[in-house]
């Protein structure tokens, strides 16, 4: 799960120009959560724009991929991680599930007050849940009342149990555009699916997204029809308009700073500054663990360049008709 910890595209690792490489760009990121992908995953998160049917093709007939993908049954994985393609079924059937939990969780969570909308991230929304996966929310708050929303959804969720939700990232609802990214914030952004509101306001505030992920569309919504706003949220919005709602605002802000302060503190860490500054700008609230995006993206880097010497040797041998 991404953190605000805004890391530029590039500066974790620089990526090496290779179309073929920049083709299996999905294989390479999926390998990371030891996961097969399909073919739609494998075109949308391809860092090449291609049409899907000539990356089928080029899939089928490149000598060069022959060598280093496996296809079974529609899922795609390296050769040498094959047990991966017996897996992706059963994390696809698990996301499901999980999804229809997320659908009733969004129909009452709607109603509660300044929740402008909620998308479901992580490896739910992705279609690839581990025995462990929870329902991760990304909270889209109305303007000047992210720490209230907070302090209505955060203990809400301790109290009944993360596992049947868990909003983790909140971001105020005029503020979407504020992030910058890496690849990891560019997947979760990508494959968020709404819950209430529209994840597309989230990919089309965050123009670069497009420049990562060329070929990438908007993942349908899980509850296309649930009104972001209801009777019920607008009488309860009603006392905290004015000077109350502001009060308590200011008082929530103070808790989640402290919440943050001790969020981070459990991974060993300070607030990372880029967290702290969008936080106090009143832009985000992001309470994703720093330390597994960045352990991601180096395990991503480490595989990328793994691969890139294996389809160099590749290539050398096909060149050579020594394959």
């Known amino acids: 799960m991404g953190t605000l910890l805004l890391i530029k595209i590039g500066e974790v690792a620089p990526r ?31 860092r090449v724009a291609i049409d899907r049917d000539e990356l089928c093709w080029r899939l089928r007939t ?17 050769n040498g991680r094959t047990a991966l393609l017996d897996q992706r079924p059963r994390r696809i059937l698990r996301a499901h599930r999980l999804q229809r939990r997320a659908r009733l969780v969004a129909r009452a969570l709607r109603h509660l007050p300044f929740v402008r909308g909620l998308l479901l991230t992580g490896s739910t929304s992705a279609d690839d849940a581990t025995e462990g996966a929870d329902i991760d929310l990304l909270v889209i708050a109305a303007a000047g009342r992210i720490g209230t929303v907070f302090l209505l959804l955060g203990p809400l969720s301790r109290l009944l149990g993360r596992r049947l939700f868990c909003p983790n990232w909140y971001m105020r609802e005029d503020r979407l555009g504020s992030a910058l990214g890496n690849l990891y914030i560019a997947r979760e952004f990508t494959q968020a699916r709404s819950l209430v509101g529209n994840a597309d306001a989230l990919r089309g505030s965050n123009a670069w997204i497009a420049e990562v992920f060329p070929n990438a569309v908007a993942q ?75 352990t991601t993206l180096n395990a991503y880097a480490d595989r990328r360049a793994q691969l890139l010497d294996r389809l160099e040797r590749v290539q050398a041998a096909v060149v050579t008709g020594t394959a």
């Open 16 to 46: 090496v120009e290779n179309e073929r490489l920049d083709l299996l760009d999905a294989l390479i990121y999926g390998d990371v959560f030891d996961c097969a992908v399909t073919l739609d995953e494998l075109w949308q998160y391809s």
């Open 62 to 78: 490149d000598p060069v991929f022959r060598h280093l993908v496996v296809e079974r049954n529609g899922l795609y994985c390296l």
């Open 220 to 294: 349908p919504a899980l509850e296309p029809g649930l009104k972001k706003r209801t009777i019920l949220q607008r009488l309860l919005e009603a006392p905290f308009r004015g000077i109350l709602g502001d009060g308590l605002e200011r008082t929530a802000l103070r808790v989640a700073a402290a919440r943050l302060r001790a969020h981070y503190a459990s991974f060993g860490n300070d607030v990372p500054g880029q967290v702290a500054a969008s936080f106090e700008s009143g832009a985000a609230l992001g309470f994703h663990g720093y330390c597994y995006e960045r």
